[in-house]
Structure formats: structure tokens, C-alpha cells
């Protein structure tokens, strides 16, 4: 039997999953392993630490692994497949594979196929693939000059649309909330913990938007109808323009991945809505991708053997 490893390396936890050549049978969490999050050493211990887990409850010895695939950020710089190499090798036998996060979020719904990924969690980014493998990104620009639907998006707007709704003497649950979540005694200090350098992590307010949109506060529920809007239209852009590479190619499928899609079901639903009024036929997928699944799906692509 033949063991494979899946991971989805993020920049605050590191998710592994051990498999065989059709089933998934163990899945664990460990620390960081990226680098500018961790150091070398740290990134070392934690990977160390995990496998050491997985080993031990799965009974498997990881030297007789096949092949591993990592799934992270930062791809494209040479010390991170050094790093990320030089982290595994140690522990785990086989050859590596080394891609970016997103690249496994597609495969874990169309594994090697066409399609497109929107990923919306404190950020948000959209990526198209043709059937031949070219990337196409739309959005992902940072907090300052995109990440539209985001976690940081969302608190941003939600707290500019608060104090709209102040000055126009409009009511929102918003402004009352977020000044118990920051501890602020006047509207005052909100204000000033908005605009202190370093600014607050905006994306910890989703959460408050969600239970304000919940219970019925207008203006949060604009906000997370916005930030769909927005998100579908990217994902309306990545499909255009990977069907304009492919014209007749099988039409790609549409998925997403990312903490917003997974709890702000509001936001999952006005993105689905703004993609079906341009393409109502286009396969969206029903659930939120599974980075490891396709990690472990190009991990076993590395077993088989090429044509001769």
C-alpha cells in the first residue's frame, strides 16, 4: 500500500493529512511552517512535532510516505520550496511537490481540471486555470487597494458605513457593537483606535457584521450584499477570461474557499446570486473547497507513472 501527505500550509496553522491511494486517513493541525511567520528553526520544530503525531496515531512509518504535496503562499520565491523541502525531507520519505494554496483549493473540487476559486477569508483573491494549467488572478491586491469581500473588507466598510449612518442619523446596530468589542468608552475613541498606526485588525469585526445583519440592522446586511457583489463579479471576470483562452473547452466549474465562505453564509449567497444573473448554467460548487483533499490528490499524481 502506498502512503501519501497532504498539506495546506497557512500562516497561522499547518493542516497535514495522511492517505493511501484512495482514502484519507488521518488529519491533523500543527503550527506554522511559513516563512515570515516563523523562524527556520520554529518552522522545523513544528513540522517535526506534526508528523511525529501523525506517525504516532496512525501507526504508519512516514520514511515508506511516496509522495507529499505542500500547498502554500509565496510559491514563486526560492526559499520557500528550499524551506518547505528542507523542513520534510527529515521526517518523511518520497518525492515533494511544492504549489501554491490556491492551486490545491481548486484541485480539491476539480482536481487538474479547468476552473475557478475565489478565496475570501482576512483577504480575498480570485483564480482562474485553463485545462493546460495557466493561472489567472483577479483582485488580491492587499487591504489598501482591493480584498473586496474579505474579513478585512467587511469590518472596514461595515465601521465607514456605521459612521455614515451616524451623520445621517440612520440606525445600525453597528457603531454600538463595535465600541463594546473595542472596549471604547466614547464614539470618540473609536475614531481614534480606527485611525492609530498600526490600524486594528478590522477583520476581527466580521463576526459583529454577520450578528448585526442577523438581527435584522439594514446597513450591515448592505455590506455583506456589497462584498458578494464584488466577489462574484471577480469570479464573473476569472470565468470570462478563461473561457476567452479556451472557447471550446468544457465550460470551467466555479468554487470558493475561505473562513468568509465557510460563516458568513449571507456573503456566499449574494456571490452565488451575482454569478447565476450572468451565467445560470455555470457548475457551482455546493460546498466550500477542501485544500488537503487536493493536496493529497497532487501528491498521488506524483506516483503515476508517466506514458510511454
Known amino acids: 500500500m502506498a502512503f501519501f501527505l497532504g498539506f495546506d500550509a497557512g500562516g497561522t496553522k499547518t493542516t497535514c493529512a495522511l492517505g493511501d491511494d484512495h482514502r484519507e486517513l488521518l488529519r491533523l493541525t500543527g503550527g506554522s511552517i511559513k516563512p515570515l511567520r516563523v523562524t527556520f528553526e520554529e518552522a522545523a520544530e513544528n513540522m517535526r512535532a506534526l508528523l511525529a503525531e501523525i506517525a504516532a496515531q496512525s501507526g504508519v512509518d512516514l520514511r515508506q510516505v511516496t509522495a507529499s504535496c505542500i500547498g ?10 528550499q524551506w518547505m523541502r528542507d523542513i520534510l525531507q527529515p521526517h518523511a520519505g518520497g518525492e515533494i511537490t511544492i504549489v501554491g494554496d490556491e492551486e490545491v483549493a481548486l484541485d480539491g473540487v476539480f482536481p487538474g481540471q479547468a476552473g475557478v476559486l475565489m478565496i475570501a477569508g482576512t483577504g480575498s483573491n480570485t483564480l482562474g486555470r485553463t485545462s493546460t494549467g495557466e493561472l489567472i488572478h483577479v ?9 473586496q469581500g474579505s474579513g478585512h473588507w467587511i469590518g472596514h466598510q461595515a465601521l465607514r458605513a456605521a459612521f455614515h449612518a451616524l451623520d445621517f442619523s440612520q440606525p445600525t446596530l453597528l457603531l454600538d457593537r463595535v465600541r463594546a468589542f473595542w472596549g471604547a468608552a ?4 473609536v475614531v481614534n483606535i480606527a485611525n492609530a498606526t498600526p490600524p486594528p485588525d478590522f477583520s476581527k469585526l466580521a463576526p459583529i457584521v454577520l450578528a448585526c445583519a442577523l438581527e435584522g440592522d439594514a446597513v450591515a446586511a448592505r455590506i455583506l450584499a456589497e462584498g458578494g457583489r464584488l466577489l462574484g463579479e471577480d469570479a464573473l471576470e476569472a470565468h470570462r477570461r478563461v473561457r476567452a483562452l479556451e472557447p471550446k473547452a468544457k465550460e470551467p466549474g466555479i468554487a470558493f ?17 451575482t454569478i447565476r444573473r450572468e451565467l445560470p448554467t455555470a457548475p457551482i460548487a455546493n460546498e466550500v473547497s477542501d485544500a488537503i483533499r487536493g493536496a493529497l ?12
Open 257 to 273: 474557499i475561505g473562513s468568509i465562505f465557510e460563516r458568513i453564509a449571507p456573503m456566499r449567497e449574494s456571490v452565488i446570486a
Open 186 to 189: 466614547t464614539v470618540g475613541d
Open 139 to 147: 483582485g488580491g491586491w492587499g487591504p489598501a487597494l482591493g480584498d
Open 297 to 308: 490528490w497532487r501528491a498521488r499524481q506524483l506516483a503515476v507513472a508517466p506514458a510511454v
Open 72 to 81: 502554500t503562499a509565496g510559491v514563486r520565491l526560492p526559499q520557500t520550496q
